[in-house]
Each structure stands twice: as structure tokens, then as C-alpha cells.
């Protein structure tokens, strides 16, 4: 028999009229007799709430009481939807993360999912009956309840699928699919019909917001299929399957992009073997993540510019950080930037097609749009620009690309 996992997210189970709603979905889905293990999100805000709650106590809230607390939002939805399963003359039954359990490491905040337990769910759908799941959230060994992350929903699904080996693994949103872009920064966005794990996760990475870029790696690593498609409608969604099933006919897939970066750059430094790690040690150590680097050496190479880019919420810890290291790096000028976002685009078909990033470019300048740094991957091309250029990017980038 058919078994597939339904995950569905906070904007889906926002209030009980939703949550009525997706328990008639899961009946159509229960009548076609397959296997269900549905995962749930908290209620949409709901999260944010209880994080505001632990913030007004303390800056500094324990963490493993934090996961004890943020973990809730996704017991009430996924009683919540049970309760409206029953209601509906099904056989259905709730599970928290501890009572299957879902075995995690006990990095608390940001978990690892270690192993899931199989029978007594197993057991359960196998007799027609259908296990909610409260997403986001697992055990570890020290009985300590864990939580994977914000979005980690997604996780939990695709890690069930994984230890469950359904079929699929069908991801529930309030949009009809994976997205050429995002909607509202420009309306000409549509709906992809197939996309490669590879694409969805730099796609993701870069600040789609569809799916955790965790669970794409996972249903990646686990070559596990996914269907992003919209609770509220019939449209066919989005499939993400591996690239090989898919036939190329547009170099580039999706527009992302993120206004979350801040820029860095040390001016004056001294030039030597050394100097680049002298100067991101301290990040790394720090889990500053770095994404763009660019070093421009002087005319005499006796000095460099290192510019870098940074997680805007990381910059005051980072400048903080380089300070302290100047007597080793021996910079002459320390400044910043926190008005700049990166604008990507991402196509599997670039691989095979040569000129996408004079094309890029050419279109970035007839826009009068000055690019800060770039990087890019076989599959990817970002660019950082002023943040108040991010939305006239998008649109002539979507339009160049042939994606309107």
C-alpha cells in the first residue's frame, strides 16, 4: 500500500477554520487508501509569541527550557487537527516528538534528528488509522525535549519519510508552489512545475522561503520526492525530484534574493601568508558564518583590501571581533555597510551555457545597478547590491531570464 507523509505549515493551520479544512483534505487523501503520516507546524505567530515570552524573562534563556517551551505551539495544532479528524468519523492519533520518539542529539535550539522509531506508527496506520505528528521538535539522551531549528518542521517531515520510507513526502503551504520569485516583490511571479534538489536548495539557501534549507539537503541526501503544493488549492504544485528527470529549457530557474547581509571591509592590510585566516579565525570560531569574500590588491602589493560579507545580526559581534584582532591583521581603516542585499539567480541550465554572466551583469548596469561583490556556483549567481535596489533587480533580472 501507497504511504506518504503530509506536512503542513503554520499558515495552513492558522485558525480552526483552516484546521477544518486541511482534515477534509487529509479524509480525500485517507479515502484513496493510502498510508498517512501527516506533521504539523505551530499555529502561524504562534511561535513567535512564546520566543517573545522567553525574551521578556531573559536575553539569555535556558535553552533546553526555551525548546521546552517553543515546542508547544505544535502539540496544540496537531491535537487540534486530531481532534478534527475523530470529528470527522476518522481513526486518527497525536504523537509528540518524545513519544515516538524521535531521537535527537542534545544541541539544544538546533538539534539533529539521530534516529526515529517505526513500529507503534507503523502499527497504527497499518489498521487504517492516521498519526499526526507535532513537528520541529524531538528527545534526546538525556530526556531532554529538543527542537530542530526554526522552520525545522520541514526537517521532520522529510526525516520521517526518510526512516518511514513513504513514497513521498508532500509539503502543504499557502502558495500554489516553488516560485519563480518571491510574490510581492514582484507580480509576474509563477509557478515552477519541476525543480532539481540542487536548485532548491541554493534557492532556499538564498532566501526563498518555501522550505528549510536542512530538509532539502536531507530529502536530497535520502533522494527522497517532495511536492510543495498550496492547501488552499487544486493546482498541481511544484515537484522537486533529482535533475536527471528534468528536461532544460530555460538557463536560469528562479530568482532569490535576502536582506539579511551586512558588508565588511578592512582597508590597508598588510599583505602577507596569513592574513585571510588571521582574520576570519576569529569569526569562524565565533560561528560567524562568512559568504562573500573579495580582496583587492594594491598597486605595489604591499597591501590588500579584504571585504566580506556577514548575517546582518552577526555585525556588531564581528566588527567587535576584528578590533580586538588589529594588532595581527594591522589594518589601517575598518568599515561597514548594513544597507546592501544579495540578489541570486539559480538555474541548473547555466551549467551548459556559457555568457550568463556577462548577461547578468550587462542587465544590472543598463539598470544603473553598481554590484558590490559577487559569487557564484556552478548553479548559481549572486550579487550584492544597495538594499534599496534589491525589488528593481528582481524585476529586470525575472524579465532578462525569460521568466516573466
Not at 342 to 347: A, L, Q, R, T
Not at 361 to 369: G, M, Q, T, V, Y
Request: proline share 2%; glycine share 6%.
Amino acid at each position: 500500500m501507497k504511504r506518504l507523509v503530509l506536512k503542513f505549515g503554520g499558515t495552513s493551520v492558522g485558525n480552526i477554520e483552516k484546521i477544518q479544512k486541511v482534515a477534509d483534505l487529509i479524509k480525500e487523501k485517507h479515502e484513496q487508501n493510502v498510508e498517512l503520516i501527516v506533521v504539523v507546524s505551530a499555529m502561524s505567530g504562534f511561535t513567535n509569541e512564546l520566543v517573545k515570552k522567553s525574551q521578556s524573562i531573559s536575553k539569555n534563556f535556558d535553552l533546553a527550557e526555551y525548546d521546552a517551551l517553543v515546542s508547544s505551539g505544535e502539540q496544540i495544532s496537531s491535537s487540534l487537527l486530531t481532534g478534527a479528524l475523530i470529528n470527522l468519523g476518522l481513526k486518527a492519533r497525536s504523537w509528540s516528538g518524545w513519544q515516538i520518539p524521535i531521537m535527537t542529539d542534545d544541541n539544544h535550539s538546533f538539534s539533529k534528528i539521530v534516529k526515529i522509531e517505526t513500529k507503534e506508527i507503523s502499527d497504527f496506520i497499518s489498521k487504517k488509522g492516521i498519526a499526526v505528528i507535532a513537528g520541529f521538535q524531538g528527545i534526546s539522551n538525556k530526556n531532554r525535549i529538543t527542537t530542530l531549528g526554526r522552520g525545522g518542521s520541514d526537517l521532520s517531515a522529510v526525516s520521517i519519510a526518510k526512516f518511514f520510507e513513504t513514497d513521498s513526502c508532500e509539503i502543504y503551504t499557502d502558495v500554489e508552489g516553488v516560485l519563480t520569485t518571491d510574490p510581492s516583490m514582484h507580480n509576474k511571479a509563477k509557478k515552477i512545475d519541476k525543480i532539481s534538489y540542487e536548485e532548491m536548495l541554493e534557492m532556499a539557501s538564498l532566501g526563498a522561503k518555501v522550505m528549510q534549507p536542512t530538509s532539502v539537503q536531507a530529502s536530497m541526501i535520502s533522494n527522497i520526492p517532495v511536492h510543495v503544493k498550496s492547501t488552499f488549492s487544486k493546482a498541481e504544485g511544484t515537484y522537486i525530484i533529482d535533475e536527471n528527470e528534468i528536461d532544460y529549457k530555460k538557463v536560469v530557474t528562479g530568482i532569490a534574493y535576502s536582506k539579511n547581509d551586512a558588508k565588511v571591509t578592512l582597508v590597508g592590510v598588510v599583505d602577507k601568508p596569513g592574513v585571510a585566516a588571521d582574520i576570519f579565525e576569529p569569526l569562524g570560531k565565533s560561528n560567524i558564518n562568512i559568504d562573500m569574500v573579495i580582496q583587492n590588491i594594491s598597486s605595489d602589493g604591499k597591501e590588500t583590501d579584504v571585504t566580506f560579507t556577514i548575517k546582518r545580526e552577526d555585525l556588531k559581534k564581528a566588527l567587535n571581533l576584528i578590533e580586538k584582532s588589529n594588532k595581527k591583521i594591522k589594518y589601517k581603516k575598518l568599515i561597514h555597510d548594513d544597507k546592501v542585499s544579495k540578489v541570486s539567480i539559480i538555474g541548473a541550465g547555466m551549467i551548459a551555457n556559457p555568457g550568463v554572466t556577462y548577461k547578468m551583469f550587462r542587465c544590472l548596469a543598463k539598470e544603473d545597478i553598481n554590484i558590490l561583490a559577487i559569487s557564484t556556483s556552478e548553479i548559481k549567481i549572486s550579487v550584492l547590491v544597495k538594499e534599496n535596489l534589491t525589488q528593481k533587480a528582481v524585476k529586470a533580472l525575472h524579465k532578462i531570464f525569460e521568466l516573466d
